[in-house]
């Protein structure tokens, strides 16, 4: 069955620091991976996706993610983080193929607090 | 401006009644989604819809119920068999590709 583990529930960092937000997901086939961020009581948005091709992913806000298909890993990175990056980040696996072609898997979530 | 609205934002059920929330699309987006989000537990699929007319249980549907009668609208009814219905709703909707597009989200709270 398909599932994402988001190990770390809060993470806090200093303005100017480095990021790295951690993703671990579980599908059989090639995935399709996706980071998605939430401000508060808003809805979710696209940060970047892995389809196939180039495992390092940019993004939009000056994100990238890696596909590392032997750690089943995809985790989000950004090398300075400003106050603004101050949200709920979602990592989610969607099915390929099958009977659940289209749906995605969420994983719980990651709180970014950043200190001025 | 294409996109997903979702109406209310907030939305008070006194414990019994019935509530339906809207969503609307003008993405022209064949599939839509509904979410229910509480807190720590991520985003649970409620039902989705994949095409007009057709729709299928996601993983926490009892209580709730949908329509899909246009393309561009997918309703959802809170209904009062779901015994703890407060949270935050997401809907989201898809077109060819696989990345899903959210609403601003509406907040229901039962009284």
Known sequence: ?116 | DGGITQSPKYLFRKEGQNVTLSCEQNLNHDAMYWYRQDPGQGLRLIYYSQIVNDFQKGDIAEGYSVSREKKESFPLTVTSAQKNPTAFYLCASSGGGLEQFFGPGTRLTVL
């Open chain 1, 1 to 116: 069955a398909q599932s994402v583990t988001q190990p770390d529930i809060h993470i806090t960092v200093s303005e100017g620091a480095s990021l790295e937000l951690r993703c671990n997901y579980s599908y059989g086939a090639t995935p399709y991976l996706f980071w998605y961020v939430q401000s508060p009581g808003q809805g979710l948005q696209l940060l970047l996706k892995y389809f196939s091709g180039d495992t390092l992913v940019q993004g939009i806000k000056g994100f990238e993610a890696e596909f590392k298909r032997s750690q089943s890993s995809f985790n989000l990175r950004k090398p300075s983080v400003h106050w603004s990056d101050a949200a709920e980040y979602f990592c989610a696996v969607g099915a390929s193929r099958g009977s659940t072609l289209g749906r995605l898997y969420f994983g719980r979530g990651t709180q970014l607090t950043v200190w001025p």
